[in-house]
């Protein structure tokens, strides 16, 4: 079973290219972000033509989730973060999707801080952390799949010393990933490739993807019930070289049935 997460920066503008890459790939299950569209405008006719069911929760220009599912429909869980019902941000969305419970999420950016975005960014991050505490420890396989706007470490980034005070990686958003995966989640990219030199996003400007100047910020966390399961992960980064790519490539895993 093959399971991506895909910030796809604007799904009206980039359809096209999901749509390509879902019949090129051909996934199980796929986790978008960043859908920047209304509940209403969601592209639902073009993704069950293109074989998935689809659960989303959009946002008008902003934010968005999305879980698509081959063949099949997910079944909605919830699709709001606990812990603050005045936050009406379309961050979060979760489902049990072909035997998975696969949480999807859009963690917040965080820039500029210090400031409220930030602020923000550090109360979202703790109520997920709670969150995550509750499903970590399911017998039922569970995957937390998204951008999480984190850097976790100094290889996951072109020339760290450069992101010291940026949001992604500033000290105390690194040590809430690290809280967050002690809970017993498993990174699964860096479970499989401990020590390469692995991007998931690289800018529009300066020639970014062209120089290989990336960061790792789209995580799939599994818990302890299915990271058993792991046999295979990285990143589609061709992808991003396509015309009119999201500045994220997807990224993925396969699980052992």
């Known amino acids: 079973m093959k399971i991506v997460t895909y910030n796809v920066n604007g799904i009206t503008a980039r359809l096209p290219s999901l749509l390509r890459w879902l019949g090129e790939t051909q996934p199980d299950v796929v986790c978008l972000q960043e859908l920047k569209a209304p509940q209403e405008k969601f592209p639902e006719s073009a993704i069950r033509d ?39 941000h379309s961050r979060y969305i979760e489902a049990t999707v072909k035997g998975l419970q696969v949480g999807c999420l859009y963690l917040p950016n965080g820039n500029p801080a210090p400031g409220p975005k930030y602020d923000y960014k550090l109360r979202w991050l703790d109520r997920f952390i709670a969150h995550a505490a509750e ?10 799949a998204g951008d999480y706007n984190v850097i976790p470490t100094e290889r ?15 000290v105390e958003i690194r040590e809430a990933f690290a ?11 860096r479970a499989l490739h401990p020590e390469a030199q692995i991007y ?10 062209g120089r290989d100047a990336g960061l790792r910020i789209d995580h799939l966390l599994l818990n302890p019930a299915v990271a058993g399961r792991l046999v295979a992960a990285n990143v589609d980064r061709t992808v991003r070289g396509w015309d ?8 993925w895993v396969e699980l052992r049935d």
């Not at 998935?52 to 934010?63: A, D, F, L, P, T």
């Open 179 to 189: 809280r967050l995966t002690k809970q017993g989640w498993t990174d699964s990219i």
């Open 156 to 170: 996951d980034v072109y020339k760290p010393e450069r992101w010291v005070d940026d949001a992604l990686f500033r």
């Open 135 to 144: 499903l970590v420890n399911s017998t039922s396989p569970v995957v937390l």
């Open 200 to 209: 998931t996003f690289w800018d529009y400007f300066r020639n970014a993807y």
């Open 50 to 88: 293109a074989g998935y069911g689809v659960i989303w929760h959009g946002q008008k220009s902003w934010n968005g989730v999305a879980i698509l599912s081959r063949g099949s429909d997910p079944v909605e869980i919830r699709r709001a973060l606990p812990g603050d019902p005045q936050d009406i």
């Open 244 to 251: 009119k790519a999201s500045d994220h490539a997807p990224t």
